[in-house]
């Protein structure tokens, strides 16, 4: 090992750290120490010293865009379809699931529609394949149909409709949570519409329902504009009922059971 090395890692000095600090080199500013170390153990070249360094200034950054693009999504709460206790639910299927943790079918502005009762999985692969593809780069953004709703009606109100639906126009992949829990009035659908229209054949929207496509009249109640949804939500989509028996009932039944045992 050239003995040049160790008087660098000897005089690691006040500008350096400055100049990481100023490149955003986080990654090589907190395992500098470590990695030459590392490499006067190792009789490392110059070069090999310097492309470990890089490979970690990577990886750091790497880690980081994952938790940042996870916080842009303003996800509810963690979680991640390797949780997903596909035993419990039969329904879903764990191979498909899989192929849609990757970004191909967001990439092609493919829906994916999540049907099924409460307590099913739904919130849970929602989240989850939310997650992964944002980690995979995706930007994406979670809400609820209630909250979108509400958020597009206020910015009705101040003049700024057109920002907003551009705004979630934007996102690679938008999470729709309890679509058909709040019946909504004709304004409200013709609200949502808009950005289904903005994102069609585009960008990706995945949706969580409780209602069967037979029944979303009940939550869109002008006909044709329940169609025209339902059109825009399955046209080359991915489908997948989650069943009507709820395993997070089946398990709490189990554990009082088990309790009272």
């Known amino acids: 090992m050239p003995s040049g090395l160790i008087d660098i890692r000897a005089h690691w000095s006040v500008y350096a750290d400055a100049a990481c600090r100023s490149l955003g080199l986080s990654g090589i500013r907190a395992r500098w120490d470590e990695f030459a170390a590392q490499a006067l153990r190792e009789q490392a070249s110059y070069a090999d010293f310097l492309a470990d360094l890089l490979e970690s200034e990577c990886e750091d950054r790497d880690?980081?865009?994952?938790?940042?693009?996870?916080?842009e999504a303003n996800f509810p709460r963690p979680?991640?379809?390797?949780?997903?206790?596909?035993?419990?639910?039969p329904n879903v299927p764990q191979e498909?699931?899989?192929?849609?943790?990757?970004?191909?079918?967001?990439?092609?502005g493919d829906p994916l529609?999540?049907?099924?009762?409460?307590?099913?999985?739904?919130?849970?692969?929602?989240?989850?394949?939310?997650?992964?593809?944002?980690?995979?780069?995706?930007?994406?953004?979670?809400?609820?149909?209630?909250?979108?709703?509400?958020e597009l009606a206020e910015a009705a109100g101040d003049k700024q409709l057109g920002r907003?639906?551009?705004?979630?126009?934007?996102?690679?992949?938008?999470?729709?949570a309890e679509l058909g829990y709040v019946k909504l009035d004709r304004r409200g659908a013709e609200l949502l519409f808009q950005i289904f229209t903005e994102r069609e054949e585009r960008h990706?929207?995945?949706?969580?329902?409780?209602?069967?496509?037979?029944?979303?009249?009940?939550?869109?109640?002008?006909?044709?504009?329940?169609?025209?949804?339902?059109?825009?939500?399955?046209?080359?989509?991915?489908?997948?009922?989650?069943?009507?028996?709820?395993?997070?009932?089946?398990?709490?039944?189990?554990k009082r059971k088990a309790a009272a045992a």
């Open 79 to 89: 979680k991640r379809i390797e949780d997903f206790d596909f035993s419990k639910n």
């Open 164 to 176: 907003t639906i551009k705004k979630y126009g934007r996102v690679d992949l938008l999470c729709l």
């Open 204 to 254: 990706a929207i995945a949706i969580a329902s409780n209602r069967p496509f037979t029944e979303w009249d009940q939550t869109f109640t002008d006909r044709r504009l329940c169609q025209a949804i339902v059109d825009r939500l399955t046209f080359e989509a991915h489908i997948i009922e989650t069943g009507t028996q709820s395993f997070r009932l089946a398990s709490t039944t189990a």
């Open 113 to 150: 529609c999540l049907i099924g009762d409460s307590g099913t999985g739904k919130s849970h692969l929602l989240i989850g394949l939310g997650t992964a593809i944002a980690e995979a780069g995706g930007r994406v953004r979670y809400t609820t149909a209630a909250n979108l709703v509400n």
């Open 63 to 71: 880690a980081r865009r994952k938790v940042r693009r996870v916080k």
């Open 96 to 108: 498909v699931i899989n192929t849609l943790t990757q970004p191909a079918w967001v990439q092609a």
